[in-house]
Nanobody
Framework: QVQLVESGGGLVQPGGSLRLSCTGSAFSLDDSSIGWFRQAPGKEREGVSCITPLRNAHSVDGRFTISRDNAKNTVYLQMDSLKPDDTAVYYC?????????????????WGQGTQVTVSS
C-alpha cells in the first residue's frame, strides 16, 4: 500500500525535544514536497513545516526544523523547546509548501500519525 509512515512521537517534558520521521512505504519521496501537520483534540489540522525536493523549507514556528534524507526515503521534523500546546497527533503528507503549507487534494498519502504529548 502506498502511504507515508510517521514515527518518533512520545511523551516529553516541556522544554524537551523530539525528532519525528516520515518514511515512504511503496513510494519514493524524492520528487515530492512533504509537509508535516498536526491536529490537537478539538482543533483543526494545521500545517507546521514543509520541505520541497530542492530542500526549500517552510516552517511556521522557528522551533521546528525540517530535513530530508532521500537515501533513507525519509523526511524528519526536529522539534525543540516543546510546549504543552504542541501536544497533538502529527501527520505527514505530500504537500505544497508555498505560499502556505497545504496537503495535496489527491494522492497525499496520509499516514496514521504519531502522538506527541508534552507534559510534566
Amino acid at each position: 500500500q502506498v502511504q507515508l509512515v510517521e514515527s518518533g512521537g512520545g511523551l516529553v517534558q516541556p522544554g524537551g525535544s523530539l525528532r519525528l520521521s516520515c518514511t515512504g512505504s511503496a513510494f519514493s519521496l524524492d520528487d515530492s514536497s512533504i509537509g508535516w501537520f498536526r491536529q490537537a483534540p478539538g482543533k483543526e489540522r494545521e500545517g507546521v513545516s514543509c520541505i520541497t525536493p530542492l530542500r526549500n523549507a517552510h516552517s511556521v514556528d522557528g522551533r521546528f526544523t525540517i530535513s530530508r534524507d532521500n537515501a533513507k526515503n525519509t523526511v524528519y521534523l526536529q522539534m525543540d523547546s516543546l510546549k504543552p500546546d504542541d501536544t497533538a497527533v502529527y501527520y505527514c503528507a505530500r504537500s505544497q509548501c508555498f505560499p502556505q503549507i497545504t496537503a495535496l487534494p489527491t494522492d497525499a498519502y496520509w499516514g496514521q500519525g504519531t502522538q506527541v504529548t508534552v507534559s510534566s
